[in-house]
């Protein structure tokens, strides 16, 4: 597929993890997009609740089809069915079935268990403190990097009870031996997770040093780097705005 014909795909976004997740797939396969950007009150207006009554990032605009499409997940799909035809973040359920669901039970993984874990966090160490809360969410946020690394350090459940006579083999990369959506998803909240969780986050370097070894090795990916820097300027725009937004909802 040709892209520069495309028109530009908008992203409906906010500078939280989630909505980066499309624009790092977008960007992985060269499809022009630009974010707007709104705080999470501003997601409760009126005319963002026209386009998602949900209230909620990301809403994925996209003029070259006519799509308008809400979730995370759902718009991760469709990314990859509508520009990845040649399967380069991603495999082809006709000649890799097995690859191919076995990324999206990954990505799906993200969706359900990473995302929620830190978020619940967040909102409870600081829009909604509750310390009993709190501490679950801590202990939740440890089970989804124990199971990233069992995956990464034993090469995944399949291989690692299987008699095979040899010790299990570790792998660089969730699905299929190479870096794809299924790994490319978690980037956005781990590399938040120091910044969500302060003095509580876990010693992933030490305790998950698998996991550690698998995001560095996307962090030094181009085109991680320029949506980090995004993110970057995201929050030096709607920073100081988003912070007056949560101290005003504490009072």
């Excluded at 359900?112 to 909102?123: D, H, I, M, V």
């Excluded at 089970?143 to 399949?158: I, K, N, R």
């Excluded at 040093?209 to 725009?237: L, S």
């Amino acid at each position: 597929m040709s892209t520069s014909t495309l028109k530009t795909v908008t992203i409906h976004s906010h500078p939280g993890p989630n909505p980066w997740k499309s624009a790092l797939l977008l960007t992985s396969l060269g499809i022009p997009y630009r974010s707007i950007l709104r705080t999470t009150s501003e997601l409760k207006t009126p005319s963002f609740l026209a386009i998602n009554r949900n209230g909620l990032s990301p809403v994925l605009s996209d003029p070259n089809t006519g799509l308008l499409l809400a979730e995370s997940g759902a718009i991760q799909d469709y990314i990859l069915d509508r520009y990845d035809p040649q399967h380069r973040i991603s495999f082809s359920p006709a000649s890799q079935l097995k690859e191919a669901y076995a990324a999206k039970q990954w990505m799906y993984f993200q969706v359900t268990t990473q995302g929620p874990a830190l978020q619940k966090y967040f909102r409870h160490a600081n829009v909604v403190p509750i310390d009993a809360v709190k501490a679950d969410a801590v202990g939740n946020v440890r089970h989804f990097l124990d199971v990233l690394e069992h995956e990464l350090s034993t090469g995944g459940t399949a291989t690692a009870t299987t008699s095979t006579g040899g010790a299990p083999k570790p792998k660089d990369w969730l699905v299929g031996g190479r870096c794809t959506a299924a790994d490319l998803v978690f980037v956005p909240f781990h590399s938040q997770i120091a910044n969500i969780m302060g003095s509580d986050c876990p010693d992933v370097e030490r305790d998950f040093p698998h996991v550690d070894a698998w995001m560095k090795r996307m962090m030094e990916m181009d085109a991680v780097q320029k949506v980090r820097g995004e993110i970057m300027e995201a929050f030096k725009e709607l920073g100081p705005r988003m912070a007056a937004e949560a101290e005003a909802a504490k009072k």
